[in-house]
Nanobody, 125 residues
């Protein structure tokens, strides 16, 4: 089993940047495809980014494409989400997630097995 801890959230003005980190313990992160999701109040958890185990395949929804970048450092057991040109609609709790036994990449939150506790991102206008 893997434990995930997110960090790096905070309050930022529109147009600003944040870098989220997701540190893993308990198992080697390279065994898992990893995803970032976000959840705003009253809304369902939404897909933000995904990266495969080796880090050479990444995928984003149109809402963040060109602004967000997911990356991973398997040696450091950490996954990152660089968020640029932030907008007020990006405000949410951001979660990282790991998919057990996966070899591809996955964009639905129900497909993931392990979750962090989340980190709040607030973008002011």
């Amino acid at each position: 089993q893997v434990q995930l801890v997110e960090s790096g959230g905070g309050l930022v003005q529109a147009g600003g940047s944040l870098r989220l980190s997701c540190a893993a313990s308990g198992r080697t992160l390279s065994s898992y495809p990893m995803g970032w999701f976000r959840q705003a109040p009253g809304k369902e958890r939404a897909f933000v980014a995904v990266i495969n185990r080796s880090g050479d395949i990444k995928y984003y929804p149109d809402s963040v494409k060109g602004r967000f970048t997911i990356s991973r450092d398997n040696a450091a057991n950490t996954v990152y989400l660089q968020m640029n040109s932030l907008k007020p609609e990006d405000t949410a709790v951001y979660y990282c997630a790991a998919k057990a036994g996966g070899v591809g990449f996955y964009t639905t939150y129900r497909q993931y097995d392990y979750w962090g506790q989340g980190t709040q991102v607030t973008v002011s206008s």
